[in-house]
């Protein structure tokens, strides 16, 4: 069992400014997970945005913000985070931390079982 909740949303910034999500997971099991980013802009299917092992040997990025995110993971704390560089208005949705069970990370909503209410990100240009 893991619960999420994610935060460093709600406000705004600019574009080509930076900003850090974090995703709390409560439960004594949070390092047997693959952890993702997925994001949904208004009128827009959710998307996947990154990913992560749980041993945090290895990494996916969506084409979009390869080169521009990160996505690092403490599992001492706890904590998943996806530090996001060079923003572009285009990046401005809800964004949604969600877990799975370990293995070949997905890209797929179905590759993860639980999932956080949501962050907002707003980037204006």
């Known amino acids: 069992q893991v619960q999420l909740v994610e935060s460093g949303g709600g406000g705004v910034v600019q574009a080509g400014g930076s900003l850090r999500l974090s995703c709390a997971a409560s439960g004594r099991t949070f390092s047997s997970y693959n952890m993702g980013w997925f994001r949904q802009a208004p009128g827009k299917e959710r998307e996947f945005v990154a990913g992560i092992t749980w041993s945090g040997s290895g990494d996916l990025f969506a084409d979009s913000v390869k080169g521009r995110f990160t996505i690092s993971r403490d599992n001492a704390k706890n904590m998943v985070f996806l530090q996001m560089n060079s923003l572009k208005p285009e990046d401005t949705a809800v964004y949604y931390c969600?877990?799975?069970?370990?293995?070949?990370?997905?890209?797929?909503?179905?590759?993860?079982?639980?999932w956080g209410r949501g962050t907002q990100v707003t980037v204006s240009s």
């Open positions: 969600a877990a799975g069970p370990p293995g070949r990370i997905g890209a797929s909503q179905n590759s993860y079982h639980t």
